[in-house]
């Protein structure tokens, strides 16, 4: 078989393939112009909505405020009294029941580092970078495992909710514990509060 001879217009044409340049910049650019205005055009769409959320949300009032004389992320234990503190993830807030209608009025949408302490007179949650918050515990409602809260998704099981009313709503709030074997008892600590609770209410 004779081997292809490598003739003066094949080298030319395999030259021209090597060294071809771009030519029409102003289109490139054009184009990279053009991504750059539909990226921001996105940003500005998501802030706006997050803000007529918050708009919508305008009702729900002021958390409520850490008791007087608790440092931030500590609480003094009393007698008798078990105290759980945990440190993890705030992956934000919803409508109870509903994990995809995220709250987020008073910073509650926002995602952030956590440290949780649970005393009897409630849940206290510092935020580095981001509000904190307290949920009193006549104001616990519950706590489950799941798997997903506004939008995060993890395995079955992978977060702890924690449902509680405020101002005639009731909301879940998901956490990611940094030991995630220790989630299971935190949901059980905090049902047996909510129903200690709600016996003496009654």
Request: charge should be neutral; charged fraction near 20%; glycine fraction near 12%.
């Amino acid at each position: 078989m004779t081997p292809l001879l490598a003739t003066p217009a094949l080298l030319t044409l395999a030259d021209e393939r090597k060294s071809a340049e771009v030519t029409d910049w102003a289109a490139r650019i054009g184009w990279v112009v053009g991504l750059l205005v539909l990226v921001g055009l996105v940003y500005w769409l998501m802030r706006q909505g997050w803000k007529w959320r918050g708009s919508l949300q305008s009702d729900l009032p002021e958390l409520p405020a850490r008791p007087a004389g608790a440092a931030p992320g500590t609480a003094a234990e009393e007698p008798g009294e078990a105290v759980l503190a945990a440190a993890g993830r705030y992956h934000g807030s919803t409508t109870a029941g509903q994990w995809l209608d995220r709250i987020v009025a008073h910073g509650l949408g926002v995602r952030s580092r956590a440290e949780l302490t649970l005393t009897p007179a409630g849940l206290d949650v510092v935020r580095p970078g981001a509000q904190d918050f307290f949920v009193p515990a006549a104001a616990l409602r519950g706590a489950r495992l799941d798997k997903g809260i506004a939008g995060k998704v993890l395995a079955e099981g992978g977060l702890l909710i924690v449902t509680w009313e405020h101002g005639g709503r009731l909301l879940d709030s998901g956490f990611r514990l940094d030991r995630a074997a220790e989630q299971s008892t935190w949901a059980d600590t905090l049902t047996t509060m909510t129903k200690t609770t709600e016996g003496t209410a009654r």
